[in-house]
Each structure stands twice: as C-alpha cells, then as structure tokens.
C-alpha cells in the first residue's frame, strides 16, 4: 500500500478580482442546451489576456520546475542562436520547450483542481490524475531534452573542433 503524496502549499488568491459584467436577467436554463452565457467569462479580449497573464505568472511564481523548465529553454534558445541553427531548428527548440511549458502548466491547473475537489483527504484516483499529469511533463521534459541534443551537439561539435 502507498502512503498519501504530501499536499502541495495552499493556492494563493488571485492577483486581483476578476471583473463582472453587469448582471442580466437570465432566462431558465432549458434541458439539452448550453448556459446562457457560458462563453462570457471575461468581459472583453485585454481581460482574457490579463488571466492568461496572471495564471502565467502564478505558475512561474509558484512552480519551481515550470521556472527550471524556462530557464532551460531560454539557454538551449540562446545556444541554438550562438551555433547559428537555422530557422527551422530554432523554430523546433522553440516548439519543444513551449511543450514542456504547457504541459507544466496543465500539470499544475490538474493539481489545483483535484485539491479543490478532495480537500486535504487522500484519494487513489487523485493520486493517480496527479501522477499522470506530472508524467506528461516528465516525458515531454525526456523528449524536448532528446531533441536539443539532436539538434544541438553536431553544430556544437563542429565549433568546438572536435
């Protein structure tokens, strides 16, 4: 038998308030048909993107790995541009990195949510939707890593003189 995974720290508040549209009069929601405004999150287009910004940042803020994983992809970049890469294999270190990125950040929206759903009680289903969504980072991490020395050895090799 397993022992719980520990509690990651408590999800700090937002960094500000969502704004609100003024409320409507809705209508009842009628069965077999989507909500009423349910696409309406965010008020306009510069809302959306300040979100997208916060989760961003709360994700850069909080996550050690996600800033290991920037880090990272920031110097393999750098490097790429060093070796003179061309476009395209730049364009793929890019794309790499972005994966290990977004994977990163599902992983922890995947963390976020199971903790709110169970609260502080152990669930093997949770820990199994934890450790899938780490293992995506792990093996997209594995891949991007395979990927930057395919692309990035030979040229570097070849400056080196070796």
């Known amino acids: 038998m397993t022992s719980p995974l520990p509690l990651p720290e408590p999800i700090p508040p937002p960094l500000e308030a969502p704004s609100r549209r003024p409320s409507r009069r809705r209508r009842p929601a009628q069965p077999g048909r ?11 287009l510069p809302s959306s993107f300040r979100y997208a910004a916060q989760g961003l940042l709360y994700g850069f803020r909080s996550q050690r790995n996600f800033r290991i994983h920037s880090l990272t992809g920031i110097l393999v970049f750098g490097l790429g541009l060093w ?5 395209d294999r730049l ?17 922890t929206a995947t963390e ?7 609260g502080r009680q152990f669930h093997p289903l ?3 939707a934890k450790d899938c969504a780490a293992a995506a980072v792990l093996v997209a991490a594995l891949a991007s890593l395979l ?14 003189g070796l």
């Open 147 to 160: 990927i930057a020395l395919l692309l990035l050895v030979p040229p570097l090799l070849s400056r080196l």
């Open 91 to 107: 364009a793929l270190l890019v794309l790499t990195v972005a994966a290990v990125l977004v994977l990163e950040l599902l992983n």
């Open 34 to 44: 989507t909500r009423q405004g349910a696409w309406a999150v965010a008020g306009d």
């Open 83 to 87: 070796l003179g890469l061309s476009a």
């Open 112 to 118: 976020a949510v199971v903790d709110l759903a169970i």
């Open 126 to 128: 949770a820990r199994i």
